[in-house]
T-cell receptor, first 113, second 118 residues
Framework: GENVEQHPSTLSVQEGDSAVIKCTYS??????FPWYKQELGKGPQLIID?????GEKKDQRIAVTLNKTAKHFSLHITETQPEDSAVYFC????????????FGQGTILTVHP | GAVVSQHPSWVICKSGTSVKIECRSL??????MFWYRQFPKQSLMLMAT?????????EQGVEKDKFLINHASLTLSTLTVTSAHPEDSSFYIC??????????????FGPGTRLTVL
């Protein structure tokens, strides 16, 4: 089955800096890669996603890049703000997984004011 | 985006009792919903896939007789934790795929239910 590795496990940045979180996946049949933000005691919130026919997607301060050859994808947050502090999860899904997502281990992002 | 709700948001029960958690898709229909379990500082672990009108599909290692799933309608799935024990204490989250632009689906999560078994 699919395996998703996420790094780093913790990331600390100063307000205004950029943050990058990286994930690798094992199944070359994976074609959908969402990123979720989870605040303490809440459910994951979709912040951006990318499909395998696209190499990069951007939404304001957030961007995701996908390298299918290397089987990795990354989340980029620019101009970080304290409210960006949360746990971020990457995930991958294959066309044959009946919609099931495989999650990375999560990254605790702390943005210091 | 689409909205998924869960009820209750938190529940405390005594060991040996059963607890039911509801998951609803508020503004879309979902023939499939997913149930996850999350322990503190860990990732989400898929427990089962809930299918409207048919039996749920459980992941390996998940006891189907302990975690009963019923997908009663296109907007409601329930998870019942039977004979709960302290080790069942966890954060339970459901999700449902909703069609986004271009006919592709995106998975939306509920706010989660914190279960504490005394």
């Amino acid at each position: 089955g699919e395996n998703v590795e996420q790094h780093p496990s913790t990331l600390s940045v100063q307000e205004g800096d950029s943050a990058v979180i990286k994930c690798t996946y094992s199944d070359s049949a994976s074609n959908y890669f969402p990123w979720y933000k989870q605040e303490l005691g809440k459910g994951p919130q979709l912040i951006i996603d990318i499909r395998s026919n696209v190499g990069e997607k951007k939404d304001q301060r957030i961007a995701v890049t996908l390298n299918k050859t290397a089987k990795h994808f990354s989340l980029h947050i620019t101009e970080t703000q304290p409210e960006d502090s949360a746990v971020y999860f990457c995930a991958a899904r294959t066309s044959t997984s009946y919609g099931k997502l495989t999650f990375g281990q999560g990254t605790i992002l702390t943005v210091h004011p | 985006g689409a909205v998924v709700s869960q009820h209750p948001s938190w529940v405390i029960c005594k060991s040996g009792t059963s607890v039911k958690i509801e998951c609803r898709s508020l503004d879309f229909q979902a023939t499939t919903m997913f149930w996850y379990r999350q322990f503190p500082k860990q990732s989400l672990m898929l427990m089962a896939t809930s299918n409207e009108g048919s039996k749920a599909t459980y992941e390996q290692g998940v006891e189907k007789d302990k975690f009963l799933i019923n997908h009663a309608s296109l907007t409601l799935s329930t998870l019942t934790v039977t004979s709960a024990h302290p080790e069942d204490s966890s954060f339970y989250i459901c999700s449902a795929p909703a069609l986004a632009g271009g006919g592709t689906d995106t998975q939306y999560f509920g706010p989660g239910t914190r279960l504490t078994v005394l």
